[in-house]
């Protein structure tokens, strides 16, 4: 017999479907419709008639004329991601240590931190862009103090960089509040025995605090990687969206659906812009459930 009060599961029955038709309605009937699209020539201007072509998008994108390009922006994409997230956490798990102590103005340091979260992705590219100006940006003008070119803001081979720099800047605000709830969940009496045992800073950070922060490591490489792979619009809005240097695929797929013309020569076209959505979705995909699956083993070894 039942535990449960009669009709005490009705609610959660409701609330859980309701998630479902959410889920379907925002989540999977676009992905849907994303991936028919990305087998026909929509442009989404008025009076060109649509037409299915098969799988001539993924032909296009694997092409000889075509594949330069999109490796160079795969390759991009993937260095992006990895520079990022790697440093994302690095440096994040290294303040949330700090600010976790009990030091003065903590409170303020933390607010600091997470300001970049607050404001919107496009008005950080503009502060940046405003900063890193090579002519007239605060950068520059720092930067010849010294001695040295102010042109090496604008040189093509740095702006990669760049745009990691940025990206890494705006993303490290989340990656730090959600370390510093993992580490003030930690109880305070398993550092103390470590230490009265003789453990020194380090070892009890890598025998105590790295193996208890596992779920949150787990959530911010998940969510910087996710983060990183999808971006766009601090290589749009820092370097615009022709440069080969800062070409990612997500910045392609905006280019060919949205641009009007973009670097590869094929104008806007919503069809292909969704084929190669439905690339990066698998890249993304692939790329998640690895990352989980060994930090998921590593959680079980801690």
Known sequence: MSSYPFGARAPMRITFSLGLVVLA????????????????DIRGLPGIPVNWVGFD???????????GYNLNALKNTLIYAVVSTVAINLLGLAIAVLLNQKLRGRTFSRAVVFLPTILGVTVIGLIWSLFFNPSAGPAASIWSWF????????????????????????????????????LQAIPEELQEAASIDGASGGQRMRLITVPLLAPSITANVLLAIVGSLQSYQLAYVLTGPNNPATQLLSLAIFAQGFGGSSASGLGQSQGYAATISVIQFVIVSIASLLVLWYLRRREAKL
Do not use: H, M
């Open 25 to 40: 309605v925002f989540a999977l009937l676009p992905a849907v419709a994303v991936f028919v699209i990305s087998f026909t």
């Open 57 to 67: 998008n993924y032909e296009r994108f694997f092409s000889a004329a075509k594949i």
């Open 147 to 182: 001695g040295a070119d102010s042109a090496f803001f604008g040189d093509p081979n740095l702006a990669l960089a760049l745009v990691i720099f940025v990206q890494i800047w705006a993303g490290l605000g989340i990656a730090v509040v959600i370390y510093l709830a993992g």
